[in-house]
């Protein structure tokens, strides 16, 4: 089995964009400096934060660097100044064993207390972006942000002196008879402060913010403000890794009159230098697939450096020169039971076309190491029953679940069932002197034709096999949640707001669709399904119904499966022109 977290070795070839940021983040006359690390669920960010890291500490310059995962805090009151309070903590610990840097690094800290109690971490960032705010805070946004040039000067005083009194007179209660001193002045002074504390320290402070886009948008977006009391500084550098559409998404919930041009303002403003993590293709996935196969085989740390090394070389130099060959890769290893290894590195050559070019995976990393633990954990269960099941054969059947989806799946489950283990039709596709064109395949399988040839093509051979344990298997697997395991939590949002739709229309489903990768459709689509199969009473369209034609308007592969449930259904006048309506989807 493999961990499902970030990573600091490379498998990907991501250390180029690792070293790329280290580039950025270390040109003193970049300081200060906002880095986004872009990509969707499962790309890769964290493990970009987590190579960069470790390609500044390869660079021996001194820094100081704070590690700050914005979903730890979620839920809690204070979120807002989670941010604030490990930076400050981190420059103290810097400061142990100096008295006087020790002292100064307390008295920033305790700064943040007074920031906390004027309600001084929200709403600056929107405003600078344009977008409408209320009330104190909208006078306060001014100087809050420092102005475009991170200066305050007499107009942004002039501007927030109003606002300044309302919001003193509003926590008044609050704070009591503790005198602190106008907003203005203490974000002034918290920012001076901040300033002569780093210089003491005489070393460049790098904050990498994680996790952004696994929070609720008011944490994620009270992360941003927090984050932006820092920006404009000297010798500051932050490297976000956030999904840049559910921050967007996020800006729109939480400041209600955000125009779509504000969403993208907001985001512009904040981060100077965005960084797209980029998909893995065909060469990345065969890597990747062959290093964790490498470490699941048991090969020793420096043999595996070795082979990364060999790997990751041969994918700098893809642009001029042809891969690393097998042989050429395990050439000299001492490595044990190495013809096995050579085996299992010559199925992943074969399954890595179908993992990065199939729409439902699309070369993701986090899904391609799910499908792996789901493999590895069907095979474990086969083996406790004493089924005399090989992993080509799981590995095959997990891949057609997930690419094709749960009608797909279920159909070939019933053939299987039905020809009582040998379907005719896997026979078809397997016989080179019957033409693809003229298989008789079920309707269910036609969403992807070009998957189900390259599919059919996969060892093991399925022809003259009894699939019935596999299917069995395979069966008992689907409901302990298969395709639900590598839906990403933004996938699993989205089933719950669309399974809520009443209506036909619904701008906020629409744009929760639009921020879920496309690979994630089908599986959505699947678990609408599953969904619906508890509802008794179709006489009247249930909840749900709209979401799933909204998301089947997107996908064409969606439409063709929702289509294929509903026609199953009991007839309703209801259903009639929704199935018209996905009929001219497809």
């Not at 493990?47 to 100081?64: D, R, Y």
């Not at 142990?96 to 971490?121: D, P, Q, S, V, Y």
Request: proline share 5%.
């Amino acid at each position: 089995m493999w961990p499902d977290k970030e990573s600091n070795i490379d498998f990907l070839n991501f250390n180029e964009t690792a070293e790329s940021i280290t580039d950025l983040i270390t040109e003193k006359h970049l300081l200060p400096i906002s880095v986004g690390i872009f990509g969707d669920w499962g790309a890769g960010k964290s493990s970009v934060l987590e190579l960069t890291k470790k390609a500044l500490e390869k660079k021996g310059q001194h820094h100081i660097q704070v590690h700050f995962d914005a979903w730890l805090y979620q839920g809690y009151d204070d979120a807002k100044a989670a941010l604030l309070e490990t930076i400050a903590s981190t420059l103290i610990k810097e400061a142990e064993g100096n008295k006087g840097l020790t002292k100064k690094a307390k008295e920033f800290a305790g700064r943040i207390n007074k920031i906390r109690m004027l309600g001084l971490l929200m709403d600056g960032g929107a405003a600078l972006a344009g977008i409408p705010t209320m009330g104190a805070m909208q006078k306060l946004a001014s100087f809050f942000s420092g102005g475009d040039d991170g200066e305050f000067g007499a107009e942004d005083i002039k501007g927030g002196f109003e606002g300044a009194k309302e919001l003193a007179k509003e926590q008044q209660g609050l704070i009591g008879p503790q005198k602190i001193k106008s907003p203005p002045k203490e974000i002034k002074e918290f920012r001076e402060a901040y300033s002569k504390l780093l210089e003491e320290f005489n070393k460049p402070l790098v904050v990498y913010v994680d996790n952004l886009d696994r929070c609720s948008p008011f944490n994620a977006i009270s992360t941003l403000e927090a984050m932006r009391l820092f920006l404009f500084l000297p010798n500051t550098a932050f490297v976000i890794a956030a999904d840049e559409d559910m921050i967007r998404l996020a800006v729109s919930e939480y400041h209600k009159g955000a125009t779509q041009r504000h969403q993208t303002d907001y985001l512009d403003k904040l981060i100077q230098i965005p960084v797209h993590v980029p998909r893995p293709g065909l060469l990345e996935i065969r890597a990747y697939l062959m290093m964790l196969i490498a470490q699941d085989h048991g090969v020793g740390e420096v043999q595996q450096e070795e082979l990364r090394g060999l790997l990751e070389n041969s994918l700098r130099m893809s642009w001029k020169q042809s891969q690393i060959s097998i042989d050429e890769l395990l050439d000299g290893k001492d490595i044990s039971d190495i013809a096995e290894l050579r085996s299992k590195f010559v199925v992943a050559e074969q399954l890595a076309p179908l993992l990065a070019e199939s729409p439902n995976i699309n070369g993701n990393p986090r899904i391609v190491k799910r499908l792996l633990n789901q493999i590895r954990m069907r095979k474990r269960t086969a083996h406790r029953r004493g089924m005399q099941l090989d992993e080509k054969t799981i590995t095959k059947l997990v891949l057609f679940e997930r690419c094709l989806g749960t009608q797909a799946t279920n159909k070939l489950y019933e053939l299987i069932d039905r020809e009582n283990g040998f379907p005719k039709v896997l026979a078809d596709l397997e016989n080179p002197e019957v033409e693809f064109e003229k298989i008789n395949l079920p309707e269910e399988w036609k969403l992807d034709l070009g998957f189900i040839d390259k599919w059919s093509k996969l060892p093991p051979k399925f022809s003259g096999v009894n699939l019935t344990p596999a299917a069995y298997l395979s069966r008992e697997s689907i409901p302990m949640g298969v395709v639900n395991a590598v839906m990403s939590g933004a996938a699993q949002k989205l089933v719950g707001m669309l399974m809520k739709q009443k209506v036909r229309v619904s701008k906020v489903n629409s744009d929760a669709i639009g921020v879920t990768p496309k690979e994630e459709f089908m599986p959505v689509m699947d678990a609408l399904i599953d969904n619906f199969k508890a509802i008794g009473d179709w006489s009247v369209t249930p909840d749900g119904v709209y979401g799933a034609l909204l998301l089947a308007k997107q996908d064409k592969k969606c439409a063709a499966n929702f289509l294929t449930y509903l026609k199953g259904l009991p007839k309703q006048r209801w259903l009639s022109p929704i199935m018209k309506d996905l009929e001219g989807t497809k």
